[in-house]
């Protein structure tokens, strides 16, 4: 296994530019794809689950160009994808753990007119998709599991779309499953109705989806965060040209190190930002972070001392893992609260996150939605951190070595996932 040890470092500081957020690359391809017209998508994210998205898309007959770095033409198809395979030969598209992707497929294709197989590695065959599935089929989705009930992979093939009543899909596993109705339901022309049954999970990730939504000229008629109704005759149009913002949630790594060893500036993000993730700012603020903004900037200097906070994280979950790594170097023991949705992403992440944060020295205390961490006197030097295929531990672990000990990272380019460079850009401002 290839490792990366990052020596002792106890200073920060510099700016960064951000990679294009994972969460607006690939909902805007997908809208790009199923929009009328030509759209011009620039800064998108250059990565593994970008990259997943892109070949799908090639695979089912979408027009696509890189025209310049970092920069996608993409040929709407109006709503109707030109391959769409047959009984015997389904389109044969694999994802990895590309849940951006392979959830917002499932529901897209569900209504597409055709045959289509998916599936990915074995973590993303371990992740839950039977609640999206459920939803679909009550809307005349003909879905099949092909191995394990609930989980990839799946076997779609032709809808017979019925939307004359509500269709009920739960809210407190993934955000992702709810984005994935409201982005394809307008394929099937009919006025459709979705019902949250329970606490909507991540609600900053579906305003993202209705913001993008809207830029495509689809409006969501909604009831708070109960029910949403995509108007019938829904259509998407290319907007022509759309910017990426920067990821909000890759920001954290830097914001928190401004916090604990410096002053460090992120540009690509603004206080206007889209993403819920932005919102981490105020809890690196609970935590006695200085921060300041600009037009399109954000930078984090060092606090006087880290403060200890117990929070309800179910506004960010993803920046979430960057407070626990924070905590670590806190004067008492935080606690991060309603991260259940943790235990369903590229890892089991709350069982994760505590494994290795003992290799540390931290006191940590785990249940079903919540993790509560005892910093140490002093860091353990030289951990070993595995990551589990998962780009967020790699990246969040970094941060350790701002404590004045060296660390090492087990399978470092997991972080190829959302920010290939990350390791690169860590080393020129830790010191």
Request: hydrophobic share 40%; proline share 5%; with cysteine.
């Amino acid at each position: 296994m290839e490792q990366l040890t990052l020596s002792a470092c106890t200073h920060a500081e510099g700016t960064i530019t951000l990679p294009g957020s994972k969460s607006i690359s690939n909902r805007t391809l997908l809208l790009a794809a199923l929009a009328t017209g030509n759209t011009e998508i620039r800064d998108l994210l250059a990565s593994d689950d970008t990259s997943r998205m892109l070949e799908a898309l090639q695979l089912l007959g979408v027009q696509l160009e890189n025209f310049a770095n970092n920069a996608w033409r993409v040929g709407g198809c109006g709503g109707n994808l030109p391959n769409k395979g047959s009984a015997n030969q389904p389109v044969n598209l694999f994802l990895g753990n590309a849940g951006t992707a392979f959830r917002p497929l499932t529901a897209a294709l569900a209504f597409s007119g055709g045959h289509y197989y998916l599936h990915g590695i074995p973590r993303m065959h371990e992740r839950p998709i039977g609640d999206l599935v459920d939803a679909l089929r009550q809307a005349g989705a003909q879905i099949a599991y092909l191995e394990k009930e609930g989980f990839p992979p799946l076997k779609i093939s032709p809808a017979k779309p019925d939307c004359n009543q509500p269709i009920k899909i739960r809210g407190d596993v993934s955000s992702q499953f709810l984005t994935a109705l409201l982005m394809t339901l307008p394929l099937t022309q009919q006025e459709a109705t979705i019902e949250v049954v329970g606490e909507l999970i991540s609600k900053p990730y579906i305003e993202i989806t209705l913001n993008l939504m809207a830029r495509f000229k689809v409006a969501i008629q909604r009831d708070g965060w109960k029910s949403f109704t995509v108007p019938a005759d829904s259509r998407y149009h290319a907007p022509k040209e759309i910017f990426v913002e920067g990821d909000a949630s890759s920001a954290s790594y830097f914001l928190a190190a401004g916090s604990i060893a410096g002053n460090v500036t992120v540009e690509g993000l603004s206080k206007d930002s889209i993403q819920g993730d932005v919102r981490f700012v105020d809890a690196l603020c609970l935590m006695g972070g200085k921060i300041s903004y600009g037009a399109n900037h954000v930078t984090s200097s060092k606090a006087d001392n880290i403060l200890p906070i117990d929070l309800d994280c179910n506004h960010i979950p993803d920046a979430a893992m960057t407070l626990a790594i924070m905590a670590l170097f806190a004067q008492g023991t935080t606690t991060l609260r309603n991260i259940a949705s943790w235990r369903v992403k590229e890892t089991d992440r709350i069982a994760a996150m505590a494994t290795e944060l003992r290799k540390v020295g931290a006191i940590v205390e785990e249940g079903a939605d919540y993790i509560k961490i005892t910093p140490p006197t002093q860091l353990t030097p030289n951990a070993v951190i595995d990551t589990y295929d998962d780009h967020r531990m790699a990246m969040c672990f970094s941060l350790v070595s701002l404590g004045g000990v060296p660390i090492t990272i087990n399978d470092p380019q997991c972080v190829n996932k959302t920010f290939p460079d990350y390791f690169e850009a860590f080393k020129k401002i830790a010191s």
